[in-house]
């Protein structure tokens, strides 16, 4: 069983940058493509960002840019580096990772992100 643990949230003003991780636990990482989506109250969860087993990225049209997604397989860990924050990118970011041969996903706690003057 795949255990995800999201930090790094925080508060932070406009323009400013933070850098999310995810621990994984249990299960072979490198057998998961991961990802990260957020949400905020009201809304549907959406994808921020995935990266794959090859390492292989892809982007939101809102992330594209200004996100970064990095994988350390020795770590069992990803990295969502987050610059020129914007109020709309306030929300809980989760971490997902998924398994494509057990068909599994795997979903952190979530982790919020504030972005305010």
């Known amino acids: 069983q795949v255990q995800l643990v999201e930090s790094g949230g925080g508060s932070v003003p406009p323009g400013g940058s933070l850098t999310l991780s995810c621990a994984a636990t249990g299960g072979t990482f490198t057998l998961l493509d991961m990802g990260w989506y957020r949400q905020t109250p009201g809304n549907r969860r959406e994808m921020v960002a995935t990266?794959?087993?090859?390492?292989?990225?892809r982007y939101s049209g809102a992330a594209q840019g200004r996100f970064t997604l990095s994988r350390d397989n020795a770590k069992k860990m990803t990295f969502l580096h987050m610059t020129n924050l914007q109020p709309e990118d306030t929300a809980v970011y989760f971490c997902?990772?998924?398994?494509?041969?057990?068909?599994?996903?795997?979903w952190g706690q979530g982790t919020q992100v504030n972005v305010s003057v």
């Open positions: 997902n990772g998924g398994d494509g041969f057990t068909i599994t996903t795997y």
């Open positions: 990266i794959n087993t090859d390492g292989r990225t």
